[in-house]
């Protein structure tokens, strides 16, 4: 993997790279859709390739349950088994374990826990983490580490954080041992609001030298004051030439101050999840489809948009799917909001390399926040 | 309309017909995927099209009362509302209105019902499915009948048939004095499993003079035996020169014994509906892709179709879907069915061109009925 700052806007934090990775380049500032089950929920491999989708997420926890890794073995990897030729990024399961499992105990070896599926157990250690993504074969991976929850108190959150740290080491030295073709490994940056903790953990994991660094630890509930103040906190602490990734972020306003503060990468199942529940994204704010105002608007969900549904597709005929409980509703609502995300961090990309991502901002919130 | 048919198997009914409608050309025997609620169930009009459908169906009854006929006379009927430009039929409702709504009272002037939606009250006279066709804009309309159930008494059977004849003739009258453009309306042979009342049925209403005729009342229960004598009790008693719809069938060796003796159209949701419920269609019988064994199975769905699905996609993949809850899955499986249904009648079409539908038919069945 190999990464370059292709630009930097003259007035801000927000930087335009280029990241190249096994299965292709990737363009950042990016949104990577999430495919937690090797699949982003209603859209099939070609959609997303055909609206600009550079790198998917999937989740080792689930992969791991379900179908197993040994499958992942047999086939050669997650491309092979999606038939998705482009990057892929897994999270290491360390949040799903953490919140989705039945956990027995946690030490400093790891977590003991029980599948949310079927109740079985199982153990988890940082190497065992990272050999789990190794068979699934992403060619990001992530740490395995702890995500503390929110409010937190900040004795709590530092010993979660140096654990998570320790575990980094340990996940740090398993992938060097394995030495992985084409999979690079990620430090995940924790600390919670507390911003001494972030710079002692960005620190600690800059020194491990990861070929990349997350700020893992927001959006779990705290304000967005907070979360920017994370971010402020953590980012002038990890190196200039090394990509930056914000966990789990986010709605179109977060993704834009997280750039503007020199991050480049982001996930967020908000998009695809919205869409299922008829929010849809436009350039005037969110929109829902189940308005009864939609019923008779035959214009496009975004007049602005010139994604594959507002071409064809008018509010009236989306409305009419979502009440009548057809999943065409579902798919085209999500197709909509992830070419939504996608054209908005590759026009924030094109703002930065022209130097005016500052002004870009301010008019598309301008609009965004103006409200339908 | 027109219809033209192209070619006779020598050895059999079979015929290969073209037939003219205002939104273009379908090339007979067709299947025609249901649209119901103006969504073929997880399919895009895109991808509708990518698969070769030519016509597809919806339903009167339920569009309706939802969107409703105000919407569709305002933006111009079902083509535009779904953008589909492709030819479109739908069924009067008659079926539904006797079998999801409440009904009231059935005279011979028409059925009082309540809405299965929201226990609204309705009426349905044959001039009033007629208008709500011409609103709704679909290529072909259908006469409103009574679907008679199965079992049920020749003398039963005998009166609702003539009600259903004399309702036929209202229909007609209406249509004609409405003279709507671009819309042929099909009557519908009842009759249930009743030779005699068949033959007068089609008689009667081939002498009203449709431009084309179903036989309904099939698929309702009865035996495949008794569907097969139902055809051939219905078809001699047709035009030659009009087309001939089958509603309501079916699986793929019900198809092609229809086509044996004639038919040229036909619908059915068990593609559809099986494809949600995990069953494929494939050369060598239905798989279902819950079992067990093919979840370490990297073979395409059906080695031998050419469908999207089957060109990208392994049965293992389909299957880790499947049991993951992933819409992906219903969206896979339903373009797969869809396509292998279109393929069948496409390929029939040619055996009957060529003048070896018999032997065609023989090898199909051979490998389809070998079972997985």
Redesign the interface.
């Given at each position: 993997m190999t990464f370059e700052v292709e630009a930097r806007d003259p007035a801000c934090g927000a930087r335009a790279g280029l990241l190249r990775l096994a299965h292709g380049e990737v363009r950042t500032p990016i949104f990577m859709p999430v495919g937690t089950?090797?699949?982003v929920?209603?859209?099939?491999?070609?959609e997303l390739a055909s609206i600009g989708t550079q790198i998917l997420l999937a989740n080792a926890y689930h992969l791991y349950l379900?179908?197993g890794t040994e499958?992942f073995e047999?086939?050669g990897g997650i491309h092979q088994?999606?038939?998705w030729d482009r990057p892929v990024l897994t999270d290491s399961g360390g949040f799903q374990v953490f919140s989705l499992a039945q956990m027995n105990k946690v030490t400093r070896e790891g977590v003991e826990f029980r599948s949310h599926l079927d109740g079985s157990r199982h153990f988890f250690t940082p190497a065992r983490a990272i050999d789990v993504q190794i068979a699934i074969g992403a060619d990001i991976i992530m740490c395995f580490d702890e995500c503390t929850s929110y409010p937190v108190s900040e004795e709590q959150a530092a010993e979660s954080m140096r654990m998570t740290v320790d575990w980094a080491g340990q996940c740090r030295a398993h992938w060097a041992s394995r030495a992985p073709a084409g999979q690079a490994l990620f430090g995940i940056v924790q600390g919670s609001v507390y911003p001494e903790l972030r710079r002692e953990c960005a620190e600690a994991l800059v020194a491990l030298d990861f070929p990349g660094y997350a700020i893992g630890g927001v959006s779990v509930g705290e304000s967005k004051a907070e979360m920017v103040a994370a971010i402020e906190a953590t980012a002038p602490h990890l190196p200039e030439d090394k990509p930056r990734y914000l966990m789990g972020v986010g709605p179109p306003e977060d993704l834009l101050e997280a750039v503007e503060r020199g991050v480049d990468m982001f996930d967020c199942i908000m998009p695809t999840r919205d869409a299922r529940n008829g929010s849809l994204f436009t350039s005037q704010g969110k929109l829902n489809i189940k308005a009864g105002r939609y019923?008779?608007d035959?214009g496009p969900p975004d007049p602005n948009c010139g994604c594959?549904v507002c071409r064809?597709?008018?509010r009236?005929?989306l409305s009419?799917?979502y009440?009548?409980g057809?999943?065409?509703a579902?798919?085209?609502n999500t197709l909509h909001n992830l070419s939504f995300m996608l054209s908005l961090a590759a026009a924030a990309r094109d703002a930065v390399i022209q130097g005016r991502f500052i002004q870009f901002k301010r008019t598309f919130l301008q609009s965004y926040m103006s409200g339908q």
């Open positions: 089950q090797a699949s929920k209603t859209m099939d491999q070609g379900r179908p499958l047999t086939v088994f999606m038939t019923l008779r035959f594959p064809r597709y008018s009236a005929y009419h799917l009440r009548s057809e999943i065409l579902l798919r085209l």
